[in-house]
């Protein structure tokens, strides 16, 4: 039986700490970019990569860098399920709360998937498609994501996607976006104040100690959406992000 010292195990959690890397690399790096973000010799990085390769949870494109590979395109969609299926009561709990709707989303490459989505009971309300994607700098759960990333990671990211305007409102420049990080930072969540679609207003916060960076965000018209619910959504959505957190780290133990 071999231990978690094993040589065995050891490759195991080797391989996996280089697909982290890769995908906080925003899906692809350099093969000297991954050493300098790990202790392995050259050697062992590149023995690593050529068996992710042929298994196919890496590929190596034209240019050399790697990129993370087609098979774990379906891990992905299974852990999603399940990571929407653990919110979902919680997300249920936010709309029954609030009276909104409400969306769980996670990191992405350079971008957010939604996972998980339960739509206000108004007829007039927010929906959300599960597997939906969004650009980070004008969605509500995007920047709520960002920062708690580092600035160098941001910085990556938002300029290796873009910051096209979804609409008038939306964060178009860099140094607006970090301005804008710096204000999230410092009141624990994110407004998208009719960045992603016009009328709609949307609160957003992190996931604390997220596996991988996700936010939960209750959002809807602004009409409703007003001052006067900032307040009661930010509070529901701390003991939400709070609940969230607890539930993923009791499944990993």
């Given at each position: ?14 391989a ?8 906080r ?12 973000q ?10 690593l ?106 910085t ?73 619910f ?6 529901a ?17």
């Amino acid at each position: 039986m071999t231990t978690k010292t094993g040589s065995g195990v050891q490759s195991v959690e080797r391989a996996f700490d280089l697909l982290e890397l890769i995908a906080r690399a925003g899906g692809e790096c350099t093969l000297s970019e991954l050493a300098e973000q790990t202790p392995l010799p050259l050697p062992t990085i590149h023995r690593l990569l050529r068996t992710l390769v042929g298994i196919g949870h890496v590929r190596q494109l034209p240019n050399r860098r790697y990129a993370l590979g087609p098979r774990l395109i379906r891990l992905g969609e299974v852990a999603n399920r399940q990571l929407g299926a653990l919110a979902a009561p919680v997300l249920r709990s936010l709309v029954d709360e609030l009276g909104e709707s409400a969306n769980l989303a996670v990191l992405d490459g350079d971008m957010v998937t939604y996972t998980g989505q339960v739509p206000s009971p108004h007829s007039m309300r927010m929906n959300t498609e599960v597997g939906r994607r969004a650009n980070l700098h004008s969605s509500g759960v995007g920047k709520a994501i960002l920062a708690v990333l580092d600035d160098e990671r941001i910085t990556r990211l938002v300029l290796q996607a873009g910051m096209p305007a979804a609409t008038q409102h939306s964060i178009t420049t860099l140094p607006e976006l970090m301005a804008e990080i710096e204000r999230i930072r410092a009141q624990g969540h994110a407004v998208d104040e009719q960045e992603q679609e016009l009328g709609v207003r949307c609160f957003a916060m992190a996931v604390p100690g997220a596996p991988t960076p996700m936010a939960l965000s209750i959002s809807g018209p602004v009409s409703r959406v007003d001052e006067a619910f900032a307040t009661q959504a930010v509070a529901a959505l701390e003991r939400a992000t709070r609940t969230i957190s607890e539930a993923l780290t009791g499944a990993a133990l």
